[in-house]
Antibody
Framework: QVQLVESGGGVVQPGRSLRLSCAVS????????MHWVRQAPGKGLEWVAV????????NYADSLKGRFTISRDNSKNTVYLQMDSLRVEDTAVYYC???????WGQGTLVTVSS | DIVMTQTPLSSLVALGQPASISCTSS???????????LSWLQQRPGQPPRLLIY???NRFSGVPDRFSGSGAGTDFTLKISRVEAEDVGLYYC?????????FGQGTKLEIK
């Protein structure tokens, strides 16, 4: 079956960086665009970014442009989210999901706090 | 950005009764390819989101047929024909027609 497993979350100080990973199995990874979506504690879903199947196209939420970078390695069936200059308001569970959202990971919690 | 507005934000429904959630987009969700990329997600407490409906009315694999979606253009509806206990949770509409993709605020479904 399809599995998406996020990793890399944790507690980080404001201004620091973190890289999230999402390992995908059971899916022809190189044929699918991949998304990151986040959910702040007690809040709704917020779309973060998407990367095309081959990595040639990327789109970001306007509020995150310049701080977050999505990338992928099709040889490793993995999508990444590099998060720089983290802010307290970036605290959230970060989910990866396949295109059109049929498959989701369990999420990884990122806490930005001094 | 396309704003997705859901109503109601909270719904209390008795077991076996129907439920309905509306979602209105600030712009048409018809893509240049002719498709309308409006989906519905369910999020049970403590769980990641789960796709229920895609492209307005298509049930995803394994989704019970008591869930149905309808609508066109800017107005969409998710209906549950007979609510069961396992349907408790949050429901989100989302558009993937245009970047940035956006979600509704979420509707909390509870059992009366």
């Amino acid at each position: 079956q399809v599995q998406l497993v996020e990793s890399g979350g944790g507690v980080v100080q404001p201004g620091r960086s973190l890289r999230l990973s999402c390992a995908v199995s059971g899916l022809t990874f190189s044929s699918h665009a991949m998304h990151w979506v986040r959910q702040a504690p007690g809040k709704g879903l917020e779309w973060v970014a998407v990367i095309s199947y081959d990595g040639s196209n990327k789109n970001y939420a306007d509020s995150l442009k310049g701080r977050f970078t999505i990338s992928r390695d099709n040889s490793k069936n993995t999508v990444y989210l590099q998060m720089d200059s983290l802010r307290v308001e970036d605290t959230a569970v970060y989910y990866c999901a396949s295109d059109l959202f049929p498959y989701w990971g369990q999420g990884t919690l990122v806490t930005v706090s001094s | 950005d396309i704003v997705m507005t859901q109503t109601p934000l909270s719904s209390l429904v008795a077991l076996g009764q129907p439920a309905s959630i509306s979602c209105t987009s600030s712009q048409s969700l018809v893509h240049s390819d002719g498709n309308t990329y409006l989906s519905w997600l369910q999020q049970r407490p403590g769980q990641p989101p789960r796709l229920l409906i895609y492209k307005i009315s298509n049930r995803f694999s394994g989704v019970p047929d008591r869930f149905s979606g309808s609508g066109a253009g800017t107005d969409f509806t998710l209906k549950i024909s007979r609510v069961e206990a396992e349907d408790v949770g949050l429901y989100y509409c989302t558009q993937t027609t245009q970047f940035p993709h956006t979600f509704g605020q979420g509707t909390k479904l509870e059992i009366k």
